[in-house]
C-alpha cells in the first residue's frame, strides 16, 4: 500500500515531472545553471501555494511556464547580458602572452559577466523523438545560448517558446498576457537578430563521434601531450577560458598557448560528463598547497568533422557541484 503523502507533498510530486523541461527553459532565458536552478525552485514554490486553486490540470504545463517567465524577467531586470569571451574581446595572437602565466590569462572577470554551461542531465528530457532531440540539443549549444542573451528578455521568451518549444503563437499571447500580433512581432525582432549571430559552431553530430574523439582528447590532456592535442584540432578551432576574456583561434596560437602552459601539465585527472548537447569533461588539478587533486575546469567541446572545433574551458570550481562533482578528486 502507497504511503498517504500530505498536500504539501502530494503538490511537489505533481509539480516534480516538470523539473527537468523548466530548467531547460530558465537556462536558455538565463544563460547560468545556478540561477536556473533558482528560477524553478522558486517556480514551485510559487505553484505550490496557488495549486489548489487550478481546477484544470490540463492547464498545469502552460501555468507553470508563465510563472517561470515572470521569474526569470524578474531575475533578468537591472542585470548585464551575459556572453561568451568571444563576443567580448577580440582574439588574441601569441604577441603580448608568452612571457608568463598572468600575462597570458589577463584579470578575470565576475561570474555575472558569462554564459555557463549546464549538464545535459539537468534538463536533457528522456521521452522526445529523434527530430525534437536535435533542435533540443542546438537550442543549448553555447553559443545560441550566448546570441539569445543580446535580446530583450521577453524577445527572448517568444523566440524560445515559439522557435524551441514550438508554442502556437495564440498559446504564447495568452502566457505573455499580450496580444498575437505583438508576439509575431517580437519574433521577427529576435530572429531578425539570432540570424546577425556569428552561429556557425559545430552542428549536432551523432553521440558515437564525440565519444571517440572525447576519448583520445582525454589521453592526451592527462599526457599533456601537446602535438596530440594540436593534432585532433580543427584548423579554425577556438579556445576561450572564462572568467578571462582572453581567447584565441587557429591551431598555432592554441599550440603556441598550450606549450607556454605546459610546466602546469601532465598531473590533471579527467571525469567525463556531458554539457550543453556536447562532450566535456571536469579537470582535477594538484593544489599549490595540499597537493591534492582539486576541481579546476570544466571544459566542453564542439566537434565537427571528426576534429575538435572548439574548446570553452571554464575556470570555475563552483560548477563541479552542478554536475554533481564533489570538489576533490575521489580517484
Not at 24 to 37: F, I
Not at 183 to 195: E, F, G, P
Not at 280 to 298: D, M, N, Q, T
Request: charge should be negative; charged fraction near 25%.
Amino acid at each position: 500500500m502507497s504511503p498517504v503523502l500530505s498536500p504539501e507533498a502530494a503538490a511537489f510530486e505533481e509539480l516534480e515531472p516538470f523539473r527537468r523541461q523548466l530548467t531547460a527553459y530558465c537556462y536558455k532565458m538565463l544563460a547560468s545553471p545556478h540561477d536556473a536552478e533558482d528560477a524553478v525552485q522558486e517556480t514551485f514554490i510559487r505553484a505550490w501555494r496557488g495549486l489548489s486553486h487550478l481546477d484544470d490540470r490540463a492547464g498545469l504545463r502552460p501555468w507553470l511556464y508563465r510563472i517561470a517567465t515572470n521569474v526569470c524577467l524578474d531575475m533578468l531586470k537591472g542585470r548585464d547580458r551575459r556572453a561568451l569571451p568571444t563576443s567580448v574581446a577580440p582574439a588574441r595572437s601569441r604577441q603580448g602572452w608568452d612571457a608568463s602565466h598572468e600575462l597570458a590569462l589577463g584579470t578575470p572577470r565576475p561570474e555575472a559577466t558569462w554564459v555557463q554551461p549546464v549538464p545535459d542531465n539537468l534538463i536533457a528530457s528522456t521521452d522526445v523523438d529523434p527530430a525534437d532531440a536535435v533542435v533540443e540539443r542546438e537550442s543549448v549549444r553555447l553559443a545560441f545560448i550566448a546570441a539569445m542573451q543580446d535580446l530583450q528578455p521577453r524577445q527572448r521568451a517568444v523566440l524560445i517558446l515559439r522557435d524551441v518549444l514550438r508554442w502556437k503563437a495564440e498559446e504564447v499571447a495568452q502566457l505573455l498576457g499580450t496580444s498575437t500580433d505583438a508576439v509575431n512581432s517580437a519574433l521577427r525582432r529576435a530572429r531578425a537578430t539570432m540570424d546577425q549571430a556569428d552561429l556557425d559552431a559545430a552542428p549536432a553530430q551523432p553521440r558515437e563521434l564525440d565519444l571517440e574523439l572525447l576519448g583520445r582528447y582525454v589521453e592526451a590532456f592527462e599526457r599533456y601531450d601537446v602535438g596530440a592535442l594540436v593534432a585532433l584540432l580543427h584548423e579554425d578551432a577556438t579556445l576561450t577560458m572564462p572568467p578571462f576574456e582572453l581567447w584565441l583561434r587557429g591551431i598555432d596560437d592554441i599550440g603556441r598557448f598550450l606549450a607556454a602552459m605546459q610546466s602546469e601539465g601532465g598531473r590533471d585527472r579527467v571525469v567525463t560528463v556531458a554539457a550543453n548537447g556536447c562532450p566535456a569533461l571536469a579537470v582535477y588539478r594538484p593544489g599549490h598547497e595540499s597537493g591534492e587533486l582539486e576541481a579546476f575546469s570544466i571544459q566542453v567541446l564542439e566537434c565537427a568533422d571528426g576534429r575538435i572545433l572548439a574548446i570553452h574551458a571554464f575556470l570555475d570550481p563552483g560548477l563541479f557541484a552542478v554536475f554533481g562533482l564533489p570538489r576533490v578528486f575521489a580517484g
